[in-house]
Nanobody, 126 residues
Framework: VQLQASGGGLVQAGGSLRLSCAAS????????MGWFRQAPGKEREFVPA????????YYADSVKDRFTMSRDSAKNTAFLQMNSLRPEDTAVYSC????????????????????WGQGTLVTVSS
């Protein structure tokens, strides 16, 4: 499976961006999609994830109420709408597809994800 992330860029604090992650290939699991981000000098962290079956989403506390994740099953594409962006949201955002069904206990661990796309840089200026 190949994951193609897009939509990053430079935005002022308080602004919005929409990231996309398109999956291709016969081995795409259609179990879900997650986003992780990594800022310079920091560890990679979970952002949100979506279950493919019903669109149910999970969010990190730091982005809850600001970010919304969705998916278009017909296009094998997941979207991350990011509103009220803050400078601390600056990072390289990477999408990943899981190797097993996403549930509350495993969704935040990078070990639950089998395939990773290239990152897209999001820069939020103050």
């Amino acid at each position: 499976v190949q994951l193609q992330a897009s939509g990053g860029g430079l935005v002022q604090a308080g602004g919005s961006l929409r990231l996309s992650c398109a999956a291709s290939g016969r081995t795409f699991s259609r179990l879900g999609m997650g986003w992780f981000r990594q800022a310079p000098g920091k560890e990679r962290e979970f952002v949100p994830a979506v279950r493919w079956s019903d669109g149910g989403a999970y969010y990190a506390d730091s982005v809850k109420d600001r970010f919304t994740m969705s998916r278009d099953s017909a296009k094998n594409t997941a979207f991350l709408q990011m509103n009220s962006l803050r400078p601390e949201d600056t990072a390289v955002y990477s999408c990943a597809s899981p190797g097993r069904p996403l549930e509350g206990w495993n969704v935040r661990s990078s070990f639950s994800y089998r395939n990773w796309g290239q990152g897209t840089l999001v820069t939020v200026s103050s």
